[in-house]
């Protein structure tokens, strides 16, 4: 959730291919998963990156989408405003 927020703010600073490679690592977390693809797990591991907490998170899944879509139209999504 919290990578997602960070893409977001990077693309309000207007640093939208910083938010494009904060998102590119998102995907490689939420793809990994723990135990499958695309758990939208609760955190990740601060110094390795691999996915920890409980999986089928919802907040991680929403801000996720609200990152790719912030770094798709190069600027935060309306329902943000």
């Not at 990578?3 to 490689?28: D, N, P, Q, T």
């Not at 135990?35 to 990156?49: D, V």
Request: proline share 2%.
């Amino acid at each position: 959730m919290i990578g997602g927020w960070h893409a977001l703010a990077l693309v309000k600073s207007g640093k939208v291919l910083s938010a494009k490679k904060i998102l590119e690592r998102l995907v490689e977390a939420n793809k990994k998963g723990k135990e499958r693809e695309w758990e939208f797990n609760e955190w990740l591991h601060g110094k390795t990156g691999k996915p920890k907490g409980m999986v089928k998170q919802a907040w991680s899944a929403a801000m996720f989408l609200a990152a790719a879509d912030a770094v798709r139209l190069g600027r935060i999504p309306a329902s943000f405003h």
